[in-house]
């Protein structure tokens, strides 16, 4: 039996953190030997906001190496650029044919992203939802990886697919479901502002390309309290936070040992503080180094990039074929 379809949409913005390495992209790692995986930076997606030229290649070329030096193998998955990928801006435009201003309007993305910005509320912007199930479909695909803030988009992707297949009495498209990882959530990486998980609209991430400088000055600025005062008190929330990041990055023993010294109300946070930071620091070097690298080899980046837009192309241009004829789009020549 051939393998189910994965998809996810990157967007290209800003650094990974460790907050996405241990969430999204680990798994997308673990799932490129199960299933027949698209992953693809949305780049066509960015340009609602009007990036400048060289802000949106920097962005894409930062993002892809950056998921290239946590793991993802060009030879197990298609990494493409989305604009690499033009089929989609056809699939797109005939989708759109049969999307409803009423339904776009009422995304909760759009609705926000309207009221954060009144001066630019673009056409793209309202139909985002649609490109981003051509993004899906387009590759038939069964699962898609998705985060909170994309399940209503990845509802109506599967609208818009059944929508199609009755229209024109297929059974083309497949319903794109939630990929839901086996039990195994994604663990969840606090940030160092004391309260909340790490993300980086909060200002509070890690990137994995932060130097060793940078990610001391972060570690030492987290928030912590004046101390325990009893013996084996419960953790506030800034406190165990640091547990946690050091239970994702340090060893049983260093763990044990710190945890010993909060339980007998002799931790010095300081002192916490700096193991953190050179454990840290320890787990993203090589990360880093990769991500340097690569950035420095255009050439290895030029044949991802292609080899990926082949493979995704290639099952683009089937689902193509069978779009156009099912919508009577027949050539005279
Ligand atoms: N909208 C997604 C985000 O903002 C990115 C995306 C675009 C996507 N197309 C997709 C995700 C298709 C999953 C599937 O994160």
Redesign the pocket.
């Known amino acids: 039996m051939s393998k189910q379809v994965v998809?996810?949409?990157?967007?290209p913005t800003g650094n990974l953190h460790l907050g996405n390495y241990f969430g999204a992209v680990r798994n997308f790692v673990a799932m490129q030997d199960n299933y027949r995986c698209y992953f693809f930076i949305?780049d066509i997606?960015s340009l609602t906001t009007h990036p400048t030229p060289e802000n949106l290649h920097g962005s894409v070329r930062q993002v892809l190496a950056e998921y290239l030096a946590c793991g993802i193998d060009p030879d197990k998955a298609a990494i493409y650029i989305q604009s690499d990928l033009t089929e989609t801006l056809e699939l797109y435009t005939y989708l759109n044919m049969n999307a409803y201003l009423g339904e776009l309007e009422r995304t909760t993305s759009f609705k926000d992203k309207a009221r954060k910005n009144p001066d630019n509320v673009n056409a793209g912007l309202l139909t985002y939802p649609v490109l981003?199930a051509a993004?899906?479909i387009i590759h038939r695909a069964n699962y898609?990886p998705?985060g909170k803030d994309?399940e209503q988009?990845l509802e109506m992707a599967v609208k818009f697919a059944a929508r199609f297949n009755r229209m024109y009495g297929a059974e083309l498209f497949p319903k794109p479901g939630p990929f839901t990882y086996d039990g195994k959530d994604p663990i969840k990486v606090p940030g160092l502002d004391g309260s909340g998980k790490m993300g980086k609209s909060e200002g509070n991430a890690i990137n994995l390309i932060d130097t060793p400088e940078d990610i001391r000055k972060k570690v030492m600025r987290a928030v912590t309290d004046s101390g325990p005062t009893t013996p084996n008190q419960q953790k506030p929330e800034p406190i165990q936070n640091l547990f946690t990041l050091m239970n994702i990055v340090s060893k049983s023993d260093v763990i044990a040992f710190f945890d010993d010294k909060y339980n007998n109300c002799r931790i010095r946070y300081g002192d916490m503080k700096k193991q953190l930071a050179e454990d840290i620091i320890a787990f993203t070097a090589p990360i880093r180094e990769r991500i340097v690298s690569i950035l420095a080899d255009e050439a290895f980046m030029a044949r991802v990039a292609r080899e990926g837009a082949e493979k995704a192309r290639e099952s683009a241009s089937a689902t193509m074929k069978e779009v156009r004829k099912l919508i009577g789009i027949r050539r005279f020549f």
């Open positions: 998809l996810s949409g990157i967007r949305a997606h981003m993004d899906i898609v998705v994309q988009n």
